[in-house]
Nanobody, 124 residues
Framework: VQLQAFGGGLVQAGGSLRLSCAAS????????VGWFRQVSGKERDFVAA????????YYADSVRGRFTISRDNAKNTVYLQMNSLKPEDTAVYYC??????????????????WGQGTLVTVSS
């Protein structure tokens, strides 16, 4: 499985961005796709997750109500719509997938495949 994340950029606080994660290869409907983010020098944090079959979505408390994860199975693509962005949302965003059960969707160590990351910068 290969993942390609794109859509990052520079946006002012309060603005919006939509990230995309395009998947190719052998994809199983039961697998989850998660979005994580990482600031240099800090740990990687869970953002959101959804399965290809529609289980979920799951969100980190810090983004719930502002971010929306969705999927387009026909395009093998998962989206992360980010609204009301804050400077603290600045990070490199990664998408990942793997045979993760829903109890562990926020655990990045459970995901086998990772995209290359896309940088989101929110200016104040």
């Amino acid at each position: 499985v290969q993942l390609q994340a794109f859509g990052g950029g520079l946006v002012q606080a309060g603005g919006s961005l939509r990230l995309s994660c395009a998947a190719s290869g052998r994809i199983f409907s039961s697998t989850f796709v998660g979005w994580f983010r990482q600031v240099s020098g800090k740990e990687r944090d869970f953002v959101a997750a959804i399965s290809w079959s529609g289980a979920g979505p799951y969100y980190a408390d810090s983004v719930r109500g502002r971010f929306t994860i969705s999927r387009d199975n026909a395009k093998n693509t998962v989206y992360l719509q980010m609204n009301s962005l804050k400077p603290e949302d600045t990070a490199v965003y990664y998408c990942a997938t793997g045979p993760v059960i829903r109890s562990y969707v926020s655990d990045g160590g459970r995901y086998n495949y990772w995209g290359q990351g896309t940088l989101v910068t929110v200016s104040s």
